[in-house]
């Protein structure tokens, strides 16, 4: 009886799954109808409406209510509504990325795309070493390998597919032909990573997200746990990791900006300190976030809410 029960709820999960992904496909097919720059606006439009009005409106009002308590009601709110445009853009753009991609280094400044630090992108190339190159859900994300395929440069990046089996099929394929070698987030991930540094690639990761299996650390004060693999890789390799990241600009164009590569915490041994690593990244998005709140994903559950909410409480009580 039980076994007939899970097997009709995955049935029924996999048609949602179904249904959802046909309704994102014939969005995508209508915006491909339309100019890009008309069919991106019309995807910030329609975030701006169906944002707020999804089940993950919430998670985004209490996502930013943890991160800024300093700020008001209407602050937060206006920051939402306009991550919810950020983020239907980014959807929208999945259907014009070869038309996005249109940055030539000899040419700077004449396309969609503009780069600050390009000449550690030349100095990469030129020394031909192998490199880790990390980043966060913020702007379009998705144009940070592009650029560095345009420099010569060979990187692999890690992909964490959506949930949606039908939506990750999909998005793999147009990831894969826009922007080379992926491997998506899964068991076997590291093994495939450190595979291409061993061959003298170079690797990027978004350094983000929730993992439940991270090591501890805060984010904006509060705890979460972060995935270790990025400094994992980084003791094993001896290979140096440089921040990146994209940011939206008016007029529908980007900038992302290569930093300098930063120095990674290390132990008594000399060896790279994984925890205190983890949250020197953490902290360096933290710093990317505050600048630009409206532009990073709050619609994915960084914190445990429930601790962050107790550390929230706990904090006013030493306060008082």
């Known amino acids: 009886m039980r076994k007939s029960v899970l097997g009709a709820l995955k049935v029924l999960a996999r048609v949602r799954y179904w249904l959802v992904a046909q309704l994102v496909f014939a969005l995508l097919a209508i915006a491909r109808l339309l100019p890009a720059r ?4 019309v995807g910030a439009e329609l975030g701006q409406l169906l944002g707020p009005i999804s089940g993950r409106h919430g998670l985004v009002l209490e996502n930013l209510r943890l991160a800024f308590p300093e700020k008001s009601e209407a602050e937060i709110r206006d920051i939402a509504r306009k991550s919810w445009r950020s983020l239907f853009r980014l959807g929208a753009e999945y259907a014009y990325l070869e038309s996005l991609i249109d940055y030539d280094p000899e040419r700077p400044g004449e396309g969609l795309i503009e780069v ?3 000449e550690i992108f030349r100095r990469l190339h ?3 070493e192998p490199c880790i190159f990390f980043s966060a859900h913020t702007g379009n994300f998705e144009l940070l390998t592009v650029c560095a395929a345009t420099y010569g440069l060979d990187v692999t990046a890690l992909f964490r597919p959506p949930n949606n089996p039908y939506v990750a099929k999909r998005l793999l394929a147009a990831r894969r032909t826009a922007m080379g070698h992926l491997v998506p987030s899964k068991a076997g991930a590291a093994w495939g990573l450190a595979r291409a540094l061993d061959k003298g690639g170079s690797v990027g990761v978004l350094v983000d997200q929730k993992f439940d299996r991270g090591v501890p650390g805060t984010f904006f004060g509060r705890p979460v746990k972060t995935n270790p ?3 994992k890789l980084a003791r094993q390799y001896d290979v140096p990791v440089y921040p990146a990241r994209c940011i939206r600009l008016p007029g529908g164009r980007f900038r992302v900006e290569l930093e300098e590569a930063i120095e990674l915490p ?3 041994q000399g060896e790279i300190d994984i925890n205190a690593s983890a ?3 953490n902290d360096i998005v933290e710093r990317w976030v505050r600048e630009y709140p409206d532009q990073w994903l709050w619609a994915h559950r960084r914190w445990t809410i429930r601790e962050a909410s107790r550390s929230r409480s706990t904090g006013k009580k030493k306060a008082g």
């Open 38 to 41: 008309q069919a991106i606006m």
């Open 116 to 118: 600050k630090g390009e």
């Open 126 to 128: 030129e020394r031909n």
């Open 229 to 231: 693999l990025l400094p």
């Open 266 to 268: 290390r132990n008594e």
């Open 279 to 281: 949250q020197l990244l």
